[in-house]
C-alpha cells in the first residue's frame, strides 16, 4: 500500500462527542490531510479566530459552495421523483405499454450486474 498523498490545508473537526473527532482525525490523517480538533463550537470557533491557516473568507465561501450543492443535488432529486411519477403515469394509460418502465429498469440493472 503507497503512502497516502499530501493534501493541502487544514482540516477542522468539530464534535462533543470524543470517540468521533478521535475517527474523524485518523481517516482524514491517513488521506494525508492536516486534522484540527475542537470538543464544542466554541472551540471550533476560537481556533478558527485563532489559526492564521484558516482563511475566514475561503471558509464561508466553500461553505455557501456546498450548500448551493447540496440545494442542487435536492432539487435534482424532486425532479427525477416527479419525471418518474409522470412516466408511471403515462405508461399506465396505455396497456400495450403498461409496466415499460419498470421493466426496463429491471433489465438496465440485470445488464450491469453481469458487465
Do not use: W
Not at 473527532?21 to 490531510?33: D, H, M, P
Not at 476560537?46 to 448551493?68: G, T
Not at 418502465?101 to 450491469?112: H, I, T
Amino acid at each position: 500500500m503507497s503512502a497516502p498523498e499530501s493534501h493541502q490545508g487544514i482540516i477542522l473537526v468539530a464534535d462533543d462527542n470524543e470517540a468521533n473527532r478521535e475517527l474523524l482525525s485518523a481517516v482524514l490523517s491517513a488521506e494525508g490531510y492536516q486534522v484540527v480538533c475542537a470538543a464544542d463550537g466554541h472551540q471550533a470557533l476560537a481556533r478558527v479566530n485563532s489559526d492564521s491557516p484558516v482563511n475566514k473568507h475561503e471558509l464561508l465561501a466553500r461553505v455557501h459552495s456546498l450548500l448551493r450543492l447540496k440545494q442542487f443535488t435536492d432539487e435534482l432529486d424532486n425532479a427525477e421523483t416527479v419525471l418518474f411519477s409522470l412516466a408511471l403515469s403515462i405508461e399506465a394509460k396505455d396497456p400495450y405499454t403498461e409496466g415499460h418502465c419498470d421493466r426496463l429498469s429491471k433489465y438496465s440493472v440485470a445488464l450491469g450486474e453481469k458487465l
